[in-house]
């Protein structure tokens, strides 16, 4: 059990034992399966089978008041196992707590800009959670690399990530491996909590990509005016939010009719989430737009 935490800076980009799947499966954690004292998400590895012998779970399923949609979350808390500070961990991956590695991952040949969801945290003593997304060539050289880091304070509802792919060379990738962690690195402090449901990856070929897609509504941006117009048939939104590609808040809208147009402010070149929420504050579409 020494050294759990080495995991999360030395061994995140070996390549093993590729499996043909979703580099993202059961990506919003609603099937779980039981393994006697603890559950574990399907398709994903954590601490648990380790850490269950001497009655500690860094992993959880979450439910009720502690999950995004669907039925269940994932939860992840950092532990103290055998007096070493052990990060709650769950990786597409397989750990190897012996080698202190992390092998294998998902076979995966696409070239995805960012990797979003909805999270939740406590922060314990400055400590940080992450979500990692790696992509891997056949050399086991790293092509593409997105984190994101939650922040040093509680957040105690759901906000929406985003992270972009940040390409290293133009080649193919041939493994995807995702991580989530509790804590940050060598920092990890007991009782640091994360809380992730909702994962997607955002692949965006056209400068505006429906991360949430629903055919009844449709928005589209002008790059020339810099207006977004909406076309909710139903008239269901209710709101728009316009925020960077970290998902913070930058402004938002009130929409009152099944058409309307905006005008945006000024915003660096980059890439921004527009979000469309219905009456019941639930997200019913997410597009991503182009500033040049």
Not at 15 to 40: H, R, T, V
Not at 158 to 179: D, E, I, K, Q
Not at 232 to 255: A, C, F
């Amino acid at each position: 059990m020494k050294k759990i935490t080495l995991l999360l800076l030395f061994s995140f980009f070996i390549l093993k034992n590729l499996q043909a799947q979703n580099p993202l499966p059961n990506a919003s954690f609603e099937n779980w399966s039981s393994f006697g004292i603890y559950e574990d998400p399907d398709n994903w590895s954590t601490l648990n089978s380790s850490t269950a012998v001497v009655g500690v779970l860094t992993c959880l399923k979450a439910t009720g008041a502690d999950i995004h949609s669907g039925t269940n979350a994932i939860k992840l808390i950092t532990k103290s196992v055998l007096a070493q500070n052990a990060n709650g961990i769950a990786t597409t991956g397989t750990i190897n707590t012996t080698a202190q590695t992390i092998t294998g991952g998902i076979a995966y040949t696409g070239r995805p800009d960012s990797i979003a969801g909805w999270y939740k945290y406590t922060s314990v003593g400055g400590d940080n959670g992450f979500v990692a997304f790696v992509l891997l060539d056949a050399s086991n050289d790293t092509i593409g690399f997105a984190n994101f880091t939650t922040p040093a304070a509680t957040v105690s509802n759901y906000n929406y990530f985003s992270a972009a792919v940040n390409y290293f060379t133009s080649g193919t990738p041939t493994l995807s491996r995702c991580l989530l962690s509790s804590s940050a690195g060598f920092t990890a402090v007991i009782n640091s909590t994360l809380f992730i449901d909702d994962l997607q990856l955002i692949t965006n070929s056209t400068g505006v990509k429906e991360d949430l897609p629903t055919a009844e509504n449709t928005l589209n941006y002008s790059a020339s005016s810099g207006t977004i117009s909406l076309h909710s048939p139903s008239g269901n939104i209710r709101k728009i939010d316009i925020l960077d590609i970290s998902g913070k808040y930058l402004t938002g809208y009130e929409v009152f009719s099944e058409k309307a147009q905006f005008n945006l402010p000024q915003l660096a070149p980059g890439i921004y989430l527009v979000m469309l929420y219905d009456a019941n504050n639930q997200p019913r579409l997410t597009k991503k737009i182009m500033v040049e």
